[in-house]
């Protein structure tokens, strides 16, 4: 018999509806702004992707000698947008309406080999049980050794987007309500069926450069980004559990806006085009907040704080100004 399901600890939503409310006061309808979708702006993305890709594929095929390294990096770095599309569609943001951001979610997910369904069930655990017993995006609720926690966050860093791969669906089946996990079996079996077919019948050559190269690429960045954006924070405050980190404006752009990630924790619903304006609007309002200059400086700090085996949280900025890390 399956044990009754944990309820999502409430203090999470009361953070964040204060916050919420903290944050917008007088610039509400700027606020709800930002939360209408655009379809132009979601289609320029998806055909990004396409035209990223379609040139990362004639590198590759017309490429000579270690020409093709180039296109595999191309075709990795449009792969890298599937994950956050798919993401987008876990929040409802990808499309209007429900049933085309479900098929939308599917499609985008099934090269990168996840089940939209399981997914978002384990995604809303973790934006509502953040720091909780049903959030596994972040771990010292888990592990409570700093050695163990040390351990997942090194994991995560190389091995987190495989290790995904495998845990979401087990996971997902396990939060999905029950009439979700029949579609979640059926999206998993179709993913599968088209790995096998993939397998048997696709030249290796063809699969290693097109798909798995680009997504060993993918994974390399999906890995830094959903590492900084949680890890080395304090998940008992709102302000603290989830990271913003500055990007060039090409990386931004590469990302989807993705590197705003306290902001997304903040209001989930703004769709990640518009994620750029909320920060432009609600970082001056912010109390405190986890921040990162770049990518490479978290790493630097992130591996500074490995070799201390320190779990304070590191970025943090006061309207005053940085604090010691």
Known sequence: MRAPRIAPDNRIKGQQRRASAEITAGIENEIERLHQLNP????????AFFAIYAIGALVTHRSTGHGWIVGVLLMGIAMNSLGILLHEGLHGVLAADPRRNHLLSFLVGLPILLSAS?????????????????????????????????????????????IYVLLIPVLGYRAAAREVRPIICIELAIIVTALVLAILYVPAPILLLYWLGPLIV????????????????????????SRTVTCST???WLFLHENYHLEHHLFPRVPSYHLAELHRLIWPRLPRALA??????????????ALRRDLRPVGVETRQGVSAS
């Open 40 to 47: 132009r702006k979601r289609l320029g993305e998806f055909l």
């Open 118 to 162: 399981a997914y978002q069930a384990t995604h809303n655990d973790h934006h509502y049980d953040l720091g909780r017993k049903l959030d596994y995006g972040t771990y010292r609720q888990h592990l409570h050794k700093p050695g163990l926690v040390w351990s997942a966050y090194l994991l995560q860093l190389f091995l987190g987007s495989v």
């Open 250 to 252: 090409p990386m931004e």
């Open 218 to 241: 993918t994974n390399v960045l999906s890995n830094i980004r959903g590492l900084a954006s949680h890890a080395l924070g304090d998940p008992e405050d709102i302000y603290l559990s």
């Open 292 to 305: 990162a200059p770049s990518y490479p400086r978290f790493l630097a700090d992130f591996f500074g704080a």
